[in-house]
Nanobody, 123 residues
Framework: QVQLVESGGGLVQAGGSLRLSCAASGRTFSRYTMAWFRQAPGKEREFVAAINWSNSTYYADSGKGRFTISRDNTKNTVKLQMNSLKPEDTAVYYC?????????????????WGQGTQVTVSS
C-alpha cells in the first residue's frame, strides 16, 4: 500500500521560509515522479513543483526562483524548500507520486496523494 505523509507546514511571516517534507512508502519511489501541489480556500488545486526519476525538476511560474524540490531515494523522501514566502502561497500543500511518462504538471499524472499540510503566510 502506497502511503505519503507530509510534514513541515506551519505559520510564517511574509518573506520567511519553510521546508516541507514528504515521507513515502509502498513502492520503489526512485522510479516515480514526485510532486507538490497546493490548494487554497475557494480555489482549484494547482501544480507547484515536480521531480522525476532522473532528477529533472519542474516548477510552476509562481514558485520559480523561490521554491526548490529535491528527493532522497535512499530515504524515500521528497522535500520542498520554500523561500521568500508570500501571503498568496497560503494553501494546503499535497505530496503526490506518479508513474514516469505521464504529465507532471497536472493532477491526472499522479496516482497517490498525501493528506496535505497547511502553510499559512501572514502579511
Amino acid at each position: 500500500q502506497v502511503q505519503l505523509v507530509e510534514s513541515g507546514g506551519g505559520l510564517v511571516q511574509a518573506g520567511g521560509s519553510l521546508r516541507l517534507s514528504c515521507a513515502a512508502s509502498g513502492r520503489t519511489f526512485s522510479r516515480y515522479t514526485m510532486a507538490w501541489f497546493r490548494q487554497a480556500p475557494g480555489k482549484e488545486r494547482e501544480f507547484v513543483a515536480a521531480i522525476n526519476w532522473s532528477n529533472s525538476t519542474y516548477y510552476a511560474d509562481s514558485g520559480k526562483g523561490r521554491f526548490t524540490i529535491s528527493r532522497d531515494n535512499t530515504k524515500n523522501t521528497v522535500k520542498l524548500q520554500m523561500n521568500s514566502l508570500k501571503p498568496e502561497d497560503t494553501a494546503v500543500y499535497y505530496c503526490a507520486t506518479g508513474p514516469p511518462g505521464r504529465t507532471v504538471v497536472a493532477g491526472r499524472g499522479y496516482d497517490h496523494w498525501g493528506q496535505g499540510t497547511q502553510v499559512t503566510v501572514s502579511s
